[in-house]
């Protein structure tokens, strides 16, 4: 199986249309494959190389398999050449090891967290993330994520030990414009100088700001505030919400 393929450039565009602005141009890429879903279990693996992806904040560790067959993984901190790592139900609390969460004790630093058993990792997937296993109730484990949001999951969904690498991401400045380009980000205009035809912050004379009670996005939708859905299908499995941001106060 081919881990790395050439990463077609579709510039935010379908079927020619934009639906993702600020997009465009960038470097020639290839695809990583990565098992996001964990499912060769109960087989070490021994970690040959740790790599850079330019395509996710995080770095990643290709596993050489008992087998024979070589895997991309997320790699988390502290996971170096020569490390062994396994999948298991059994699988010792190491890190890069996965296991159910129902498998992992309190206090557990973890990532990669499925939402559907089976699906694989589905949260907490960047660079410098992680979770911690709040406790467990009756029917599900209770997980802080890095929101601060405190979720109920399923016992018997996988998750990854150890905090996702590359934790100083956040801290990189990005030096000049052409780098930008080159990461396939193209430049972002403020809504309050468009013309009020392309966005709804945008006309009057002068600096006029946005006119408007609360900010908007360019199609018109609150920008602030509680945007959750109300009748969202997870809203039952939120034990505490993310911590708000300082805008999230204006509107209840």
Request: hydrophobic fraction near 30%; charge should be positive; include cysteine.
């Amino acid at each position: 199986m081919k881990l790395k393929r050439i990463l077609s450039k579709k510039s935010g565009r379908s079927n020619g249309k934009v639906t993702v602005r600020h997009q465009g141009g960038r470097h020639k890429r290839h695809l990583r494959k990565i098992d996001f879903k964990r499912n060769k279990h109960d087989v070490w693996g021994i970690i040959e190389a740790v790599e850079y992806d330019p395509n996710r904040t995080a770095n990643i560790a290709l596993v050489l398999y008992e087998d024979g067959e070589r895997r991309y993984i997320i790699a988390p901190v502290g996971l170096k050449e020569g490390d062994k790592i396994i999948a298991s139900t059994v699988a010792p609390l190491d890190i890069g090891n996965a296991l159910p969460l129902e498998k992992i004790p309190a206090g557990t630093q973890i990532h990669g967290i499925e939402i559907t058993p089976g699906k694989g990792s589905q949260m907490v997937k960047s660079a410098g993330s992680l979770a911690v296993i709040q406790g467990k109730e009756e029917e599900f484990i209770l997980v802080k994520l890095p929101s601060g949001e405190i979720r109920r999951f399923k016992p018997n969904c996988w998750a990854t030990i150890g905090q996702i690498s590359n934790v100083e991401h956040k801290t990189r400045v990005i030096r000049k414009a052409g780098t930008k380009r080159r990461m396939g980000i193209r430049p972002t205009v403020r809504g309050v100088a468009q013309h009020p035809g392309s966005h709804p912050h945008g006309g009057g004379e002068g600096r006029s700001g946005i006119g408007l009670k609360y900010p908007k996005t360019y199609k018109g939708r609150p920008a602030v505030g509680r945007t959750r859905k109300k009748n969202k299908y997870s809203t039952k499995l939120i034990i505490k919400r993310r911590k708000p941001g300082k805008h999230q106060t204006i509107i209840k």
